[in-house]
């Protein structure tokens, strides 16, 4: 990815001693311009880091100046101390320039239940301050910041023409492991030179979270520090977007969330598969939605895909206990275009050719077709390895 950070804001990435490893970054500066609208949507989990407690305090807000993120501690579980140490990373942040401690933002995603060790965090600020820039090499280094157990950087953008002028959507992101939707299961953060109000600004990232990283899930863990921030400049000029504009920078914005929500199973730890899973004709998204997660969920549908066996029988259970009320005898399965099960019951299939095409490809694409109604949703997931199990059991050891 070679986009540039969008008009308005100036990024930085540095090592400063958080991580065992030198040549890692792990601090990320985003310093605005001038006021920035910000809003974002935040872990579900009600034990929930000290960065997240401070960020829903400030947002949504048309005066949000700086962004700080650390990585591999992530002040969770820390008590009074990590409130404080929150607070003053976004103080530093906010002295870089010249705002109020309360006109910055702050996220931090690694370990839990560890202090910060915030002399190491005021020297990578201070050193991130002097490294700020707007080029693709200054946003990569920002992406790699935020990183823990990924495999690589995460990151997506669009230029969008709105009548005369042109908007930039960029964005980066961080996760592979402990994603489960509801919400967001990573650390994300989407910058824009759009001119956007504080009202809209909340509703679009409410809406694109629900729509992408809502949907995704590696096994179903729903972290401490989960936040996704939406930060807009203004800088492209012109008045606040609505209407129809507004209409298309959702959808643009909305597609640059999806094209970060699926890497991170993609890239889930030690997956070998991404599965694609498609559900429609049910009564109301919701209900599509919860059928679709507890396929993804599935230990036995997801050990299926990793040994790539056609076990059509594993996926159709899991939709029946999903607690989703739906006939039987108007459910049909797909796996990878092969029809599998059609109208409540198997069809013959060769289960060979199906496994070769689990096998030979990294997605797996599962489609569930019901009869109940119109509505339907795209849900993505990863296979589960004994890779995966022994990165999370040696994660702190």
């Not at 958080?18 to 009600?46: C, F, S, W």
């Not at 969330?257 to 599965?275: K, W």
């Not at 996926?315 to 459910?331: K, L, Q």
Request: with cysteine; net charge negative; charged share 20%.
């Amino acid at each position: 990815m070679t986009l540039s950070v969008p008009a308005g804001f100036r990024v930085s990435g540095v090592h400063c001693g958080i991580k065992r490893y030198p040549n890692k970054e792990d601090l990320t500066l985003v310093i605005a311009d001038g006021p920035a609208v910000a809003a974002g949507v935040y872990t579900q989990n009600l034990v929930c880091a000290a960065p997240v407690i401070v960020d829903r305090a400030r947002t949504p807000s048309d005066a949000i100046r700086a962004v700080v993120v650390n990585s591999g501690n992530a002040n969770a579980c820390t008590g009074e101390q990590g409130m404080r140490d929150a607070e003053e990373m976004t103080r530093l942040a906010a002295e870089v320039c010249d705002a109020n401690p309360e006109q910055a933002l702050v996220m931090s995603t690694g370990i839990i239940g560890h202090h910060l060790p915030m002399e190491k965090v005021a020297a990578g600020i201070a050193s991130a301050a002097g490294q700020l820039g707007d080029s693709s090499e200054h946003w990569q280094a920002a992406a790699r910041g935020i990183l823990t157990t990924d495999n690589g950087v995460k990151m997506a953008g669009k230029n969008v023409r709105l009548g005369e002028r042109e908007v930039t959507i960029a964005g980066i992101a961080k996760g592979a492991g402990m994603i489960g939707p509801n919400m967001a299961t990573f650390l994300g953060l989407v910058l824009t030179d759009a001119s956007l109000t504080v009202d809209a600004a909340q509703q679009l990232v409410t809406e694109a979270a629900d729509q992408s990283f809502n949907c995704i899930s590696v096994e179903g863990h729903t972290s401490t520090n989960d936040t996704m921030l939406l930060l807009a400049s203004g800088a492209a000029g012109g008045p606040a977007l609505s209407g129809d504009e507004l209409a298309t920078f959702e959808q643009a914005l909305i597609e640059v969330c999806i094209e970060l929500a699926r890497t991170m199973p993609d890239d889930g730890e030690g997956a070998t598969h991404l599965i694609v899973i498609d559900v429609t004709g049910c009564s109301d998204r919701a209900g599509a939605k919860q059928i679709a997660q507890t396929i993804a969920d599935s230990a036995l549908v997801k050990t299926a895909v990793t040994g790539a066996d056609p076990n059509w029988g594993r996926i159709v259970s899991a939709a029946g206990y999903a607690g989703v009320t739906f006939d039987p005898r108007g459910v049909s399965l797909k796996v990878n275009g092969f029809q599998l099960y059609e109208s409540g019951a198997p069809v013959p299939f060769d289960a060979a050719e199906v496994s070769a095409s689990i096998k030979g490809n990294r997605d797996t694409h599962v489609e569930l077709f019901f009869q109940e109604g119109t509505a339907g949703v795209r849900f993505w997931s990863t296979d589960l390895t004994a890779e995966y199990v022994r990165l999370n059991a040696d994660y702190t050891t």
